[in-house]
């Protein structure tokens, strides 16, 4: 073999060794901005679930703090729609209903279709995340469910507590919420918020706590928890 086809080869090899190295740096690259994009909108998403589950338990309350209260959570929500990624990232436009529900803070059942369609987004993001190699990631998405069993059952207990008697359909539905909550969970401090709400609401002939009382009484237990599912993700 000739000099010159020798420098031919050894330059071909130097070349397709660069260009491997090239295209290996740009796909690391790639990979890597995609998964901070993602982990950026779970964040995001966290941050959403979080107001608008305050914001549900605050629609029932028509006192002077809590109005104000919700209307802060309503302006906190309108900064974190803007330029939600949507079809960008492959994910619904959830934007489009946080409008009307907005205008009509005390509608209980929108505001649960709307965190069920974000519960199902933090799942879709947990699995794609997963694939990319963030295994700590795995269990966010039952996490944040178990988080809205305990946000809808305030939101209950406050549209609840504006009755002199818990009425019979709320009531229905705070005891499913107990008793599974009571078959899953081994939390002392939990169990006896539970207590509390069977004996001086969901079963008390009268109804012996205010609408702002039970958002109270439950929200320092759902913040704690919220915090561990960041926690967990970092």
């Given at each position: 073999m000739?000099?010159?086809?020798?420098?031919f080869?050894?330059?071909?090899?130097?070349?397709l060794?660069?260009?491997?190295?090239?295209?290996?740096?740009?796909?690391?690259?790639?990979?890597k901005?995609?998964?901070?994009?993602?982990?950026?909108?779970?964040?995001r998403?966290?941050?959403?679930?979080?107001?608008?589950?305050k914001?549900?338990?605050?629609?029932?309350q028509?006192?002077?703090a809590?109005?104000?209260?919700?209307?802060?959570?309503?302006?906190?929500l309108?900064?974190l729609?803007?330029?939600?990624?949507?079809?960008?990232m492959?994910?619904?436009?959830?934007?489009?209903?946080?409008?009307?529900?907005?205008?009509?803070p005390?509608d209980?059942d929108?505001?649960?279709?709307?965190?069920?369609?974000?519960?199902?987004?933090?799942?879709?993001?947990?699995?794609?995340?997963y694939r990319?190699?963030?295994?700590?990631?795995?269990?966010?998405?039952?996490?944040?469910?178990?988080?809205?069993?305990?946000?809808?059952?305030r939101g209950?207990?406050?549209r609840?507590?504006?009755?002199?008697?818990?009425?019979?359909?709320?009531?229905?539905?705070?005891?499913f919420?107990?008793?599974r909550?009571?078959d899953?969970?081994?939390?002392?401090?939990l169990?006896?918020?539970?207590?509390?709400?069977?004996?001086?609401?969901?079963?008390?002939?009268?109804?012996?706590?205010?609408?702002g009382?039970?958002?109270?009484?439950?929200?320092?237990?759902i913040?704690?928890?919220?915090?561990?599912i960041?926690?967990?993700l970092?």
């Amino acid at each position: 073999m000739s000099d010159a086809a020798l420098i031919f080869l050894t330059l071909l090899v130097v070349l397709l060794t660069l260009s491997y190295w090239l295209t290996h740096r740009a796909e690391n690259r790639q990979l890597k901005a995609s998964k901070q994009a993602d982990t950026e909108i779970v964040q995001r998403c966290l941050d959403l679930l979080q107001a608008l589950q305050k914001h549900r338990g605050l629609g029932a309350q028509q006192d002077a703090a809590s109005v104000t209260q919700r209307n802060a959570q309503a302006q906190q929500l309108d900064q974190l729609w803007l330029n939600w990624p949507g079809a960008s990232m492959q994910l619904p436009p959830l934007q489009q209903h946080w409008p009307q529900l907005r205008r009509k803070p005390a509608d209980f059942d929108a505001h649960c279709r709307l965190i069920e369609t974000l519960l199902t987004v933090i799942e879709q993001l947990e699995d794609r995340l997963y694939r990319q190699h963030h295994p700590r990631i795995r269990g966010l998405g039952e996490a944040c469910r178990s988080l809205e069993d305990l946000a809808r059952l305030r939101g209950l207990a406050v549209r609840a507590a504006n009755y002199e008697r818990c009425p019979p359909g709320l009531q229905m539905q705070l005891r499913f919420l107990c008793n599974r909550m009571l078959d899953q969970e081994q939390d002392s401090h939990l169990l006896a918020l539970i207590e509390r709400l069977q004996s001086d609401l969901i079963e008390s002939a009268q109804i012996r706590l205010a609408p702002g009382e039970c958002f109270a009484l439950l929200t320092p237990l759902i913040e704690q928890r919220l915090q561990g599912i960041r926690l967990s993700l970092d």
